[in-house]
T-cell receptor, first 114, second 110 residues
Framework: KAGVTQTPRYLIKTRGQQVTLSCSPI?????VSWYQQTPGQGLQFLFE???????NKGNFPGRFSGRQFSNSRSEMNVSTLELGDSALYLC?????????????FGNGTRLTVT | GQNIDQPTEMTATEGAIVQINCTYQ??????LFWYQQHAGEAPTFLSY????GLEEKGRFSSFLSRSKGYSYLLLKELQMKDSASYLC???????????FGRGTSLIVHP
């Protein structure tokens, strides 16, 4: 079974631009979460989707948005990029929507904003 | 909210045993995860503890004390490939989204 796939692996953008990241979960997984990982802050939760509905949202500005499609694939968008948005963006899927469901992470998209 | 503490970095010798601690303070608690993340790779699930006590999985064991807000990951017979970051994550009750600690970078040397 294929793992979680994130594209692209690397991105370089300029301040003020926008970016869209894509995530394909493990087949059969309906819950998709997004995290931002930086050396200083660790893994910070962005949002979580289940059956195309955003169920939870972290403390990030409105420039960060996402969506989930009927096939469970998900995208996140960051508009008006800032230098501080440089980070590794990780997508994770889980089989069910529950407190004990382990997350299966993709290898991430490394975003650099210049 | 949640507050999770774990050491930033630890070093150990190949073949030895190392214990990585994690303390947490949370308004609601369901369970605690441990993940392993090698440099440049995705975090991978190691364990999930809900009840107090020790759970063993091969060379890795995880312990939880709910009353003390404390967990540890025990790695035995260390190998060079165990050099990685170990992330502790608390699953709060009713919210389904785990909160991660900043991770402990473990360096195993010969």
């Amino acid at each position: 079974k294929a793992g979680v796939t994130q594209t692209p692996r690397y991105l370089i953008k300029t301040r003020g631009q926008q970016v869209t990241l894509s995530c394909s979960p493990i087949s059969g997984h309906r819950s998709v979460s997004w995290y931002q990982q930086t050396p200083g802050q660790g893994l910070q939760f962005l949002f979580e989707y289940f059956s195309e509905t955003q169920r939870n949202k972290g403390n990030f500005p409105g420039r960060f948005s996402g969506r989930q499609f009927s096939n469970s694939r998900s995208e996140m968008n960051v508009s008006t990029l800032e230098l501080g948005d440089s980070a590794l963006y990780l997508c994770a899927s889980s089989l069910s929507y529950g407190e004990s469901s382990p997350l299966h992470f993709g290898n991430g998209t490394r975003l650099t904003v210049t | 909210g949640q507050n999770i503490d774990q050491p930033t970095e630890m070093t150990a010798t190949e073949g030895a045993i190392v214990q990585i601690n994690c303390t947490y303070q949370t308004s609601g608690f369901n369970g605690l995860f441990w993940y392993q993340q090698h440099a440049g790779e995705a975090p991978t699930f190691l364990s999930y503890n809900v009840l107090d006590g020790l759970e063993e999985k091969g060379r890795f064991s995880s312990f939880l004390s709910r009353s003390k807000g404390y967990s540890y990951l025990l790695l035995k017979e260390l190998q060079m490939k165990d050099s990685a970051s170990y992330l502790c994550a608390v699953s709060p009750s009713g919210r389904y989204i785990p909160t991660f600690g900043r991770g402990t970078s473990l360096i195993v040397h010969p």
